[in-house]
């Protein structure tokens, strides 16, 4: 049972544009939730998180939403550069399971120039 | 700052040898976490440890996979006997506990058994 959903492969979208990355869950446990990108060959890298007693949280070109009562989160990216090509996780955490994220299966985001 | 370092960065070895793989937390993280990536299952936890101590170990596949942490500084996870389907790439991540849930990854060791 996949308790963190991205149902989205992958997304290509253009450079300039707004690229919105989706993510379900499925654990009404899960408090706090974070986004990482992740490049070849490399670790993921936090991005942006978000708690559950917020519904929007803004970082420049980045904006995660939160929305509790249907179990959904999006990210957004405004506007979207070529650099931004990456694989995006989206992770979850219950604050009584000791920090263990549960990610979703990755969306593979292409930015054209 | 010296991130969290991984070795080695890649293994190729031959399905019943014993494999290795080497972590080392960035200094001060009290939480440590094994991550196993593969196109199948996505990214999904093995174990994790808060200072030094296993806490959830449900996610190691079989007992072919044991993990430790001597010290605060290093951790390792071992297979015994390896076998193909546990090529994948295996990430560590550290976190200091009760601060943020953030977690900082390795950049990973890409595991090929043949």
């Known amino acids: 049972d996949q308790q963190v959903k991205q149902n989205s492969p992958s997304l290509s979208v253009q450079e300039g544009r707004i690229s919105i990355l989706n993510c379900d869950y499925t654990n009404s446990m899960f408090d706090y939730f974070l986004w990482y990108k992740k490049y070849p060959a490399e670790g993921p890298t936090f991005l942006i998180s978000?708690?559950?007693?917020?519904d929007k949280n803004e970082d420049g070109r980045f904006t995660v939403f939160l929305n509790k009562s249907a179990k959904h989160l999006s990210l957004h990216i405004v506007p979207s550069q070529p650099g931004d090509s990456a694989v995006y996780f989206c992770?979850?955490?219950?604050?009584?399971?000791?920090?263990?994220?549960?990610f979703g299966q990755g969306t593979e985001l292409s930015v054209k120039p | 700052d010296a991130g969290v370092i991984q070795s080695p960065r890649h293994e190729v070895t031959e399905m019943g040898q014993e494999v290795t793989l080497r972590c080392k937390p960035i200094?001060?993280?009290?939480?440590l976490f094994w991550y196993r990536q593969t196109m199948m299952r996505g990214l999904e936890l093995l174990i994790y440890?808060?200072?030094?101590?296993?806490?959830?170990d449900s996610g190691m596949p079989e007992d072919r996979f044991s993990a430790k942490m001597p010290n605060a500084s290093f951790s390792t996870l071992k297979i015994q006997p390896s076998e193909p389907r546990d090529s994948a790439v295996y990430f560590c991540?550290?976190?200091?506990?009760?601060?943020?849930?953030?977690?900082?990854f390795g950049p990973g060791t890409r595991l090929t058994v043949t």
């Open positions: 992770a979850a955490s219950a604050s009584n399971q000791g920090g263990k994220l549960i």
């Open positions: 440890f808060n200072n030094n101590v296993p806490i959830d």
């Open positions: 200094s001060g993280h009290n939480s």
């Open positions: 991540a550290s976190r200091l506990q009760g601060y943020s849930y953030e977690q900082y």
């Open positions: 978000i708690s559950s007693i917020k």
